[in-house]
T-cell receptor
Framework: NAGVTQTPKFRVLKTGQSMTLLCAQD?????MYWYRQDPGMGLRLIHY???????AKGEVPDGYNVSRLKKQNFLLGLESAAPSQTSVYFC?????????????FGPGTRLTVL | KQEVTQIPAALSVPEGENLVLNCSFT??????LQWFRQDPGKGLTSLLL?????REQTSGRLNASLDKSSGRSTLYIAASQPGDSATYLC???????????FGKGTRLHILP
């Protein structure tokens, strides 16, 4: 099993450009999450999904959109990138309620917006 | 609002010592608490998961305890090694909305 994978690993954007980050998991998990990690701020939840076709806002959703068209994939989109979105982005997944809630994380995407 | 606090923010100890990392949370209505390890430039690796009904979990040299009523968890590392150097994060899964809240972590440096 590959676990949770993220593409790309690194990306540099100019202000105003758009991009999509892809997260994929092969553990048949219902829940998927997108976090950003910034120095001194810790991990903050951007958006999450409790199942295929569902999405919900987290702590810092502004400037991001997400889609969960397939159970194994969770996409994070930036429509018009801003320097404030320079960060490391992590995707995670976990089983649904009723079983162990252990979260599994991807390796991260380091995004720089110039 | 659920807050998760980890003290200290950084810790340096000589190799071989036993040490304790602390995590406190304000809302005791949680499903579980999870301890992670993060190496520089890497993702998070799950170390231990404690369900709300449990008091502790052990894995090798690691032991995590949970006192839900007082809103505290500790991660005990026995016989520390330089390879234990990393940032350790705790996270609680909030019962009322199933969201996971992270602490800011403790940066641990084991001195050879």
């Amino acid at each position: 099993n590959a676990g949770v994978t993220q593409t790309p690993k690194f990306r540099v954007l100019k202000t105003g450009q758009s991009m999509t980050l892809l997260c994929a998991q092969d553990m048949n998990h219902e829940y998927m999450y997108w976090y950003r990690q910034d120095p001194g701020m810790g991990l903050r939840l951007i958006h999450y999904s409790v199942g295929e076709g569902t999405t919900a806002k987290g702590e810092v959703p502004d400037g991001y959109n997400v889609s969960r068209l397939k159970k194994q994939n969770f996409l994070l989109g930036l429509e018009s990138a801003a320097p404030s979105q320079t960060s490391v982005y992590f995707c995670a997944s976990s089983r649904m309620a009723g079983g162990p809630f252990e979260q599994f994380f991807g390796p991260g995407t380091r995004l720089t917006v110039l | 609002k659920q807050e998760v606090t980890q003290i200290p923010a950084a810790l340096s100890v000589p190799e071989g010592e036993n040490l304790v990392l602390n995590c406190s949370f304000t809302d005791s209505a949680i499903y579980n608490l999870q301890w992670f390890r993060q190496d520089p430039g890497k993702g998070l690796t799950s170390l231990l998961l404690i369900q709300s009904s449990q008091r502790e979990q052990t894995s090798g040299r690691l032991n995590a305890s949970l006192d839900k009523s007082s809103g505290r968890s500790t991660l005990y590392i026995a016989a520390s090694q330089p390879g234990d150097s990393a940032t350790y994060l705790c996270a609680v899964r909030r019962a009322r909305d199933d969201k996971i809240i992270f602490g800011k972590g403790t940066r641990l440096h084991i001195l050879p």
